[in-house]
T-cell receptor
Framework: QKEVEQDPGPLSVPEGAIVSLNCTYS??????FMWYRQYSRKGPELLMY????GNKEDGRFTAQVDKSSKYISLFIRDSQPSDSATYLC?????????????FGTGTRLKVLA | DARVTQTPRHKVTEMGQEVTMRCQPI?????VFWYRQTMMQGLELLAY????????DSGMPKDRFSAEMPDATLATLKIQPSEPRDSAVYFC?????????????FGPGTRLTVL
């Protein structure tokens, strides 16, 4: 079993829909949680990050962390065709000397115009 | 506009050949990562360096892969000999790690095909 699990999709939604993307994890030491967006044939780019549990909102994007369930989510409101990409979650324990992030395999999202 | 650069962008080679991929991290970043991305496995961490010192290369097949940082502006990943199962996109990323969360900036990747 991988430390971080993510449904690969693909997920197809109509323009304007609310999108929910999720990851589960097994390491209770994780405390930094990030979402990266990767367009086709490009490198991933940081979209949002959260620390510990709770919600964080940035425009149409909301990141949610539930540490008790070891579950994180990314919500996209009013989805646009330009949101079509692969979304990767990443997480880290962030303890001294541990700098690496563990990435999910990514969920491919397609927003249809 | 600071960015991570990688060369070559595409590489097609035959099984058994040596492959060298190069990365120039963002100036001032102290940590460099090498990842491999495939459809099946997603983004796998191969190795990473802090202040040019290797911290963890447990993700690399040691018998054929090697990673180095000869100076602060260059990181290299070598595969010798290459095998068809090494076909993937290899990403370099850099970041400024100073305690707490940090952003990893990814390069455009090297798409490797081993025939």
């Amino acid at each position: 079993q991988k430390e971080v699990e993510q449904d690969p999709g693909p997920l197809s939604v109509p323009e304007g829909a609310i999108v929910s993307l999720n990851c589960t994890y097994s390491n209770s030491a994780f405390q930094y949680f990030m979402w990266y967006r990767q367009y086709s044939r490009k490198g991933p780019e940081l979209l949002m990050y959260t620390y510990s549990s709770g919600n964080k909102e940035d425009g149409r994007f909301t990141a949610q962390v539930d540490k008790s369930s070891k579950y994180i989510s990314l919500f996209i409101r009013d989805s646009q065709p330009s949101d079509s990409a692969t979304y990767l979650c990443a997480m880290s324990a962030g303890t001294s000397g541990t700098y690496k992030y563990i990435f999910g395999t990514g969920t491919r999202l397609k927003v249809l115009a | 506009d600071a960015r991570v650069t990688q060369t070559p962008r595409h590489k097609v080679t035959e099984m058994g050949q040596e492959v060298t991929m190069r990365c120039q991290p963002i100036l001032g970043h102290n940590t460099v990562f090498w990842y491999r991305q495939t459809m099946m496995q997603g983004l796998e961490l191969l190795a990473y360096f802090r202040n040019r010192a290797p911290l963890d290369d447990s993700g690399m097949p040691k018998d054929r892969f090697s990673a180095e940082m000869p100076d602060a502006t260059l990181a290299t990943l070598k595969i010798q000999p290459s095998e068809p199962r090494d076909s993937a996109v290899y990403f370099c990323a850099s970041g400024l790690v100073a305690g707490g969360p940090y952003e990893q900036f990814f390069g455009p990747g090297t798409r490797l095909t081993v025939l």
